[in-house]
């Protein structure tokens, strides 16, 4: 079974700081996604990576692949409260078109 | 377009009865998801299909559920009899084929369910 582990599970941090959350697993993805959510609401899709290594930035947003293709990362620069939401990385599993969703990081972002 | 639609938003339901969610996919997407939410086993992927046919149910959890797509434009997924460990928030997602790229997956606003 193919598992995805978020850390860290929550996050309560002030308006300004950094903060990094990582997305684990023993397995390989042909992709991976992150996701956003708010409450009383479904994920929004934040990114797409697919090459080992590949780095993509969405404004204060910066999302990295690692070079084995099993983890993930997710840096914020100068969080603001509306970073606020649940924060959710996805595998692809291959061969197939199911997409394998990580345990879950809850960020709350203190004005 | 509207995104992914589902009704109802909320439902409530006694242990025994049936419960029918239903959803509207964004349209000309041909690959529609049901997943369910929950604190304890988060965001699971019940069933998935690709032009109205099932390709994967093996999240389903049980025979008690069931899931259909009569067409294009619509799918339900059906639980009989609920028991009150179906509470969750059940999730309808859509996609386009996917091409060259993986494909972006759009929720819609989900259905929390209520078994009690």
């Known amino acids: 079974t193919q598992l995805l582990e978020q850390s860290p599970q929550f996050l309560s941090i002030q308006e300004g700081e950094n903060l990094t959350v990582y997305c684990n697993s023993s397995?390989?993805?042909?992709?991976l996604q992150w996701y956003r959510q708010e409450p009383g609401e479904g994920p929004v899709l934040l990114v797409t990576?697919?090459?080992?290594?590949e780095v993509k930035k969405l404004k204060r947003l910066t999302f990295q692949f690692g070079d084995a293709r099993k983890d993930s990362s997710l840096h914020i620069t100068a969080a603001q409260p509306g970073d606020t939401g649940l924060y959710l990385c996805?595998?692809?599993?291959?061969?197939?078109?199911?997409?394998?969703f990580g345990t879950g990081t809850r960020l709350k972002v203190l004005a | 377009d509207a995104g992914v639609i589902q009704s109802p938003r909320h439902e409530v339901t006694e242990m025994g009865q049936e419960v029918t969610l239903r959803c509207k996919p964004i349209?000309?997407?041909?690959?529609l998801f049901w997943y369910r939410q929950t604190m304890m086993r988060g965001l699971e992927l019940l069933i998935y299909?690709?032009?109205?046919?099932?390709?994967?149910d093996s999240g389903m959890p049980e025979d008690r559920f069931s899931a259909k797509m009569p067409n294009a434009s619509f799918s339900t997924l059906k639980i009989q009899p609920s028991e009150p460990r179906d509470s969750a928030v059940y999730f309808c997602?859509?996609?386009?084929?996917?091409?060259?790229?993986?494909?972006?997956?759009?929720f819609g606003p989900g259905t929390r369910l209520t078994v009690t």
């Open positions: 997602a859509s996609s386009p084929e996917p091409g060259l790229s993986p494909y972006e997956q759009y």
């Open positions: 397995s390989v993805f042909s992709s």
């Open positions: 990576v697919v090459t080992g290594g």
């Open positions: 996805a595998g692809a599993v291959s061969g197939t078109y199911k997409y394998i």
């Open positions: 349209s000309g997407h041909d690959y």
């Open positions: 299909f690709n032009n109205n046919v099932p390709i994967d």
